[in-house]
């Protein structure tokens, strides 16, 4: 039986980025009254977290998360449905973790320290209110094999947090399904030096989606202006690092 959730769980990392994946189905499902906080490292062997219905949890944005993750903390094999998702306090490792039905973002990244590193490797994130992952900390943050399906925006380096970051994206092996028209597989901020790296990055469905967008952020919570939209043809090489061989539409 662990033979075969490990070949489960591990099946969308063998995959290329352009093909479909089988979305796992949970080994048990439980009703958490409130957040599970997770403090040290803990595999979840495919067990599905979702909220038992009750006001505890907030509404929309407001929701608290299924799951918090303490600074420096790996999780793996862990499966939320609701709530606001998944957040990491620090520097984390999220391993083969799936998130869905989630009203505003699926994985919420926070930490102040500019040396924090921020692991998403395997998983995905599907029928989303807004972002899969929100990255509102500091430091870098790596991408790689990850499935993205219904969400209305990519990855997104905060844009009107109350404090903002340098912040360095870098997404290797990424599919991206049915995301909003117009919107955008990552976006940066110029005004606080972001950088975002794409590689092997997959759109189905949508084809007017945009690999990266750069916005001019703030700190007052007001909506960020558009600075530019990076096609598929190439990146700025500034902003948003990638060529024309990184990006597959529609296959």
Known sequence: MAGLLLIIFLFPMLLESCLGINWPKPTDTIKRKNTLKITKRTDCGGKMYIPDGSKNWG??????????????????????????????????????????????????????SSKSKYNVTGG?????????????????????????????????SCGNCEDQYHREIKINGLTIVNLKT???????????????????????GSTNVYPCKVFEGNENQGNPKVIQSEKESGGDGKYCDYKSSDIHIGS
């Open 59 to 112: 509404k929309g944005e407001f929701m608290y998360p299924v799951i918090e993750v303490a600074d420096g903390v790996k999780i793996s094999n862990c499966m939320v449905q609701g709530g606001d998702g998944i957040h990491c306090l620090g520097r984390c490792t999220l391993e083969n973790c799936w998130v869905e039905n989630v009203k505003d973002d699926a994985i919420s990244l926070f930490g102040t």
């Open 124 to 156: 995905g994130a599907r029928n989303v209110g807004s972002k899969a992952i929100q990255f509102n900390g500091a430091g870098k943050l790596f991408v790689n094999n990850y499935y993205i399906q219904n969400t209305v925006e990519g990855i997104r």
């Open 182 to 204: 117009g919107q955008y597989v990552v976006g940066v901020n110029s005004n606080y030096n972001d950088k975002a790296s794409l590689r092997n990055i997959c759109i189905i």
